[in-house]
């Protein structure tokens, strides 16, 4: 982070932290709403998270990028505790509690609608709904991990793999701003479960948290299903799509 292009990154963030404590109040009351399993923790969970958007933000390709730029002495002192490694980053995460990141995600999807920075398209609140994979392995996997067959050369190897379903809010451009686009949530697929079915358990949890968020769901010819369609229905929305590539 020393050379040209890591000060600049450096400026950008701290004008995008000032942002995000200004309008959020992003320590005090997003982050702080975030636990997870940890016993006796001797780092904050807030601390993990902000660490987390810092990765994000700077579009660092991995922790262990990031664990290099934790030890600038700005991250200390946004984070009011000392940092920590790569290692306690990922650790952390794996325990984190999913419930206070989506009330965090609600609070900045609340405090953007009233700013009026969420301008509905046409007059439709509108939303994609699509599957997603995360990572694949051929070694290393766990009790949430979907498989399947790859056939090679050499033979048939499992490979296991991660895949979720995720719902984002898309918004119309403000004069002079791209557009927002605001993950609302994600579900795991489980095991021998098809794409659809992860959709309704997650459109189930969303539109009570959001019932006014969205009226349209745009999602591909994948939805076509009439259990899917009259789930909408029956929930006041309306499903369009196009063909599944």
């Not at 686009?181 to 659809?196: A, N, S, T, Y």
Request: charged share 25%; glycine share 8%.
């Amino acid at each position: 982070m020393e050379t040209t292009s890591g000060k600049e990154t450096i400026t950008v963030l701290r004008r995008l932290i000032a942002y995000a404590e200004k309008i959020f109040q992003l320590s005090k009351d997003i982050v702080t709403q975030v636990s997870d399993r940890r016993e006796k923790p001797r780092i904050s969970t807030a601390a993990v998270v902000k660490s987390s958007l810092v990765l994000f933000w700077a579009r660092l390709g991995s922790i262990n990028a990031w664990e290099q730029v934790g030890r600038a002495h700005f991250w200390k002192r946004w984070l009011e505790e000392p940092t920590f490694s790569a290692d306690t980053l990922g650790r952390v995460h794996a325990v984190l509690d999913a419930h206070g990141l989506r009330q965090g995600i609600h609070d900045v999807y609340e405090r953007l609608k009233r700013n009026k920075a969420l301008p509905d398209i046409y007059g439709l609140g509108v939303v994609v709904l699509d599957g997603h994979e995360s990572h694949a392995s051929y070694l290393r996997h766990c009790s949430g991990c979907l498989q399947r067959t790859i056939h090679t050369a050499g033979g048939d190897r499992i490979q296991f793999y991660h895949r979720q379903v995720t719902l984002m809010l898309l918004t119309a451009a403000l004069s002079g701003r791209a557009a927002v686009r605001l993950l609302l949530d994600h579900e795991p697929q489980r095991p021998g479960e098809e794409e659809v079915e992860t959709a309704l358990r997650l459109l189930a949890r969303v539109i009570p948290a959001y019932p006014r968020a969205f009226d349209l769901v745009l999602a591909d010819a994948l939805y076509a299903e009439a259990p899917f369609f009259n789930f909408l229905l029956a929930h006041g929305k309306t499903r369009s799509g196009g063909a599944q590539g």
